[in-house]
């Protein structure tokens, strides 16, 4: 079985997409990149946080397309502005007055239901202070009348969290699960959960499949498992899915 890839890339930014507005300027530093079918390809995004939802973005079996800096919200003239040129030309009629002015959301979906969603994010300690987030409730008023709620996503600085290291490991599963099951692997591993849940060490050692097959069967609702409180581990238990991908609904868990 060839390894899985890592979970994200330094992608070219020419070949990106950055959204309505350019990410922060990093001093020559890679933006920081990631793929995602979702997103249409290639996307760079201001830091790893924002890459971390991402990846739960793509693995989000109710999100059916997501976007990077997707739009502009004109705090003064309470419109959004989704080109860059409208929003060059929002600035050249307020005299070019940015801050308290503007809102840029992290993140729009398209949920599979045709609803559309926002999502601010946030390295929890990192929050923002009073100022800011009356700005953002500013915005969320706006982005409202035009059919965009706006959620908080709160990311753990503690890099080892169920949901932080999870997402890691099943965006990449995701988009290899092809190459690595066959019908026989998925049969055989549905007959073995037929009478309940397993441990993850009982059931690879009993069916003779490496661990690294688990992300493929709970990123394709083979398996299904608690992902939100347990790491994919040896203790990890297990049952069988049939399909459902529920278990792939990350993202509330980081909400505040």
């Known amino acids: 079985m060839r390894s899985a890839p890592s979970y994200g890339v330094r992608s070219r930014p020419s070949a990106a997409n950055a959204g309505v507005r350019l990410t922060a300027r990093t001093y020559g530093k890679a933006r920081i990149g990631t793929y995602a079918e979702k997103a249409d390809g290639h996307i760079t995004v201001e830091a790893d946080p924002e890459r971390l939802v991402a990846h739960m973005?793509?693995?989000?079996?109710?999100?059916?397309?997501?976007?990077?800096?997707p739009f502009t919200v004109d705090l003064v003239a309470g419109r959004l502005l989704f080109t860059s040129e409208e929003l060059s030309e929002a600035r050249r009629l307020r005299g070019s007055r940015t801050g308290e002015a503007e809102y840029t959301p992290d993140f729009a979906t398209v949920q599979a239901d045709g609803l559309q969603r926002a999502y601010e994010v946030k390295l929890q300690g990192f929050e923002g202070d009073d100022r800011?987030?009356?700005?953002?409730?500013?915005?969320?008023?706006?982005?409202?009348?035009?059919c965009y709620p706006l959620f908080t996503v709160v990311v753990p600085r503690n890099e080892r969290h169920p949901v932080v290291v999870n997402a890691q490991l099943l965006k990449p599963a995701a988009m290899r699960a092809r190459d690595y099951l066959t019908p026989d692997i998925i049969s055989r591993v549905e007959r073995y959960c037929e009478p309940g849940p397993v441990l993850q060490r009982a059931l690879c050692a009993d069916l003779q499949i490496p661990t690294g097959l688990i992300p493929p069967l709970l990123a394709t609702g083979v398996l299904q498992a608690d992902l939100v409180h347990h790491h994919i581990c040896?203790?990890?238990q297990l049952s069988a899915a049939y399909g459902d991908l529920s278990h792939l609904c990350l993202i509330e868990e980081l909400r505040p």
């Open 57 to 69: 973005l793509c693995v989000d079996p109710r999100v059916r397309s997501f976007r990077p800096q």
């Open 234 to 236: 040896a203790t990890l």
């Open 132 to 146: 800011y987030w009356a700005k953002v409730e500013r915005a969320r008023e706006i982005m409202e009348a035009y």
